[in-house]
Nanobody, 120 residues
Framework: QVQLVESGGGLVHAGGSLRLSCIASRTILSVFTASPMGWYRQAPGKERELVATITSRTDTRYADSVKGRFTVSKDNTKRAVYLQMNSLEPEDTAVYYC???????????WGQGTQVTVSS
């Protein structure tokens, strides 16, 4: 089973930036390369929100709430997915989770999450 580990969260002031990383292990390169991945987030009292997806290096999709501010990217050699977050707002405060949907299954795998807190 694939294992995903997120890092890069922390406390930042409004207007600041953070870069989240997701490193995948227990997956071969061909599976990692072919599998859709991305990020979602969840804050207390709010529904889980899909933030960004990436199906290839040039095929990305973003939630309306983060368009123009967040960028998702992928490094297949490092088996890593990144989320660059700029112009952060207090509303971005949440636990951010990395996910992968292996191309051969309908079940998503996800990591333990990393906390992002944006202060005003």
């Amino acid at each position: 089973q694939v294992q995903l580990v997120e890092s890069g969260g922390g406390l930042v002031h409004a207007g600041g930036s953070l870069r989240l990383s997701c490193i995948a292990s227990r997956t071969i390169l061909s599976v990692f390369t072919a599998s859709p991945m991305g990020w979602y987030r969840q804050a207390p009292g709010k529904e889980r929100e899909l933030v960004a997806t990436i199906t290839s290096r040039t095929d990305t999709r973003y939630a309306d709430s983060v368009k123009g501010r967040f960028t998702v990217s992928k490094d297949n050699t490092k088996r890593a997915v990144y989320l660059q977050m700029n112009s952060l707002e207090p509303e971005d405060t949440a636990v951010y989770y990395c996910y992968m949907r292996p191309y051969y299954t309908d079940r998503d795998s996800w990591g333990q999450g990393t906390q992002v807190t944006v202060s005003s």
